[in-house]
């Protein structure tokens, strides 16, 4: 099992940067894959970044390239996403996701994953 915390949402205005965090415990060197969803009110839940442990391979939705950054700190069990120049169409809640899986990973569904944390707000005003 592995358990995952967010951390780090806030209210920010739009152009600035924010960073949040996803602490893991458990049997976190199972992990193979982690990823940020995030969910709009009246909205799908939907990719944004996701990161291969193993093979350090980055993957980022199309609208989050150029602006948000996955990043990890191994000793910390900690996965970051960090985000700059934010835009108001970027406030949602932001879920981070595990897997073991390492082979045949869709990385941007959300079926892929089996450990969910309980997710932290962004909110981005204009």
């Known amino acids: 099992q592995v358990q995952l915390i967010e951390s780090g949402g806030g209210l920010v205005q739009a152009g600035d940067s924010l960073s949040v965090s996803c602490s893991a415990s458990?049997?976190?060197?199972?992990?193979?894959?982690v990823a940020w969803f995030r969910q709009a009110p009246g909205k799908e839940r939907e990719f944004a970044a996701a990161?291969?442990?193993?093979?350090?391979?980055?993957y980022y939705k199309d609208s989050a390239k150029g602006r948000f950054t996955i990043s990890k700190d191994r000793a910390k069990n900690t996965v970051y996403l960090h985000m700059n120049n934010l835009e108001t169409e970027d406030t949602a809640v932001y879920y981070c996701a595990a897997t073991d899986r390492v082979s045949g990973v869709n990385y941007w569904r959300p079926t892929t994953y089996d450990s969910w944390g309980q997710g932290t707000q962004v909110t981005v005003s204009s």
């Open positions: 458990g049997r976190t060197l199972s992990i193979a894959v």
């Open positions: 990161l291969s442990l193993r093979s350090g391979t980055q």
